[in-house]
């Protein structure tokens, strides 16, 4: 009888600890779980990331610049944009431009990272157009204007009611009747653009969804006078400016996949790792908030 209830008590004893072990256990992947901060960062691409304006208010000195966080690169400012606050954009700050003179200039750095031969090219950003006005308007622009010989731009165009990402090098061009998507822009709303180009292709992405795909022979696009227009085009004529809000804008020297375009419409910062080539990126140049 004793060696029956004392098998009973160490069956017992047995089933309470393993009954314990699992609630602490469970409670431990709860807690481990929970622990992930709700605004974790979701890190873009890095692969071929040449650079990457977040626009988040420890980087933008509004009166006078605004800088890429990746690079270097500086963009001077042009007109009287406004920071916009976090509640107004996508990802934390942006700038808002209200399409008279408004405009970021970006010339250059020493080694350059913008005037220089483009085997390929991805232009990626966040904008929300908040009207019309009957023109050509360059939400970003890499070109040597006015020569106007080698030009990648997103950019929407009221007067012809399209958008899309024109390419010019080599003596070719996009053909924006057919080449565009023919309708305008809409407004009030968050976009995700993407353009890419690869010498002898042209893709363009509304909010990951491909919606055109076109040959455009030209070529690479060649060093000599490129300078970066956000807002506008770059030479600033104050005739190519939009009326709205851009955020997260980045640039990367090769095409990006359309799995990486849907993993940058969810990013909200760099990942930043010891491991990382972007030591000097900081967290105060990384945004952690989405709306």
Request: one cysteine or more.
């Amino acid at each position: 009888m004793r060696a029956k209830d004392s098998t009973y008590h160490q069956h017992r004893y047995f089933a309470n600890n393993l009954l314990l072990a699992t609630i602490i256990l469970s409670l431990l992947v709860f807690q481990a779980w929970n622990a992930q901060p709700v605004n974790a960062i979701v890190g873009a691409v890095e692969n071929g990331l040449v650079a990457y304006w977040s626009f988040n208010k420890d980087t933008v000195k509004i009166k006078t610049e605004a800088a890429d966080v990746l690079s270097g690169l500086v963009a001077t400012v042009h007109g009287d944009p406004e920071l916009a606050p976090a509640s107004d954009c996508k990802v934390g700050e942006c700038i808002l431009f209200d399409g008279d003179v408004d405009r970021l200039l970006v010339e250059d750095s020493d080694p350059p990272k913008i005037d220089q031969d483009w085997d390929e090219i991805t232009l990626e950003c966040w904008v929300y157009i908040n009207a019309l006005d009957d023109s050509w308007n360059r939400i970003i622009s890499l070109d040597d204007m006015p020569a106007n010989t080698a030009v990648v731009s997103l950019y929407y165009d009221d007067d012809d009611d399209r958008h899309g990402f024109f390419v010019k090098t080599g003596g070719q061009a996009t053909q924006a009747a057919k080449d565009n998507v023919l309708e305008d822009i809409p407004l009030e709303e968050w976009l995700h653009l993407v353009g890419t180009y690869d010498g002898s292709t042209v893709h363009y992405y509304v909010n990951g969804k491909q919606e055109k795909k076109y040959a455009m022979k030209g070529g690479k696009i060649p060093k000599g006078g490129l300078l970066l227009g956000i807002g506008d085009r770059s030479d600033g004529c104050n005739c190519d400016t939009i009326q709205g809000y851009i955020d997260e804008f980045r640039i990367y020297d090769r095409v990006l996949s359309p799995a990486e375009i849907q993993k940058n419409m969810d990013a909200t910062g760099l990942d930043v790792s010891p491991s990382a080539d972007h030591l000097s990126t900081t967290w105060g140049h990384i945004k952690a908030r989405r709306r």
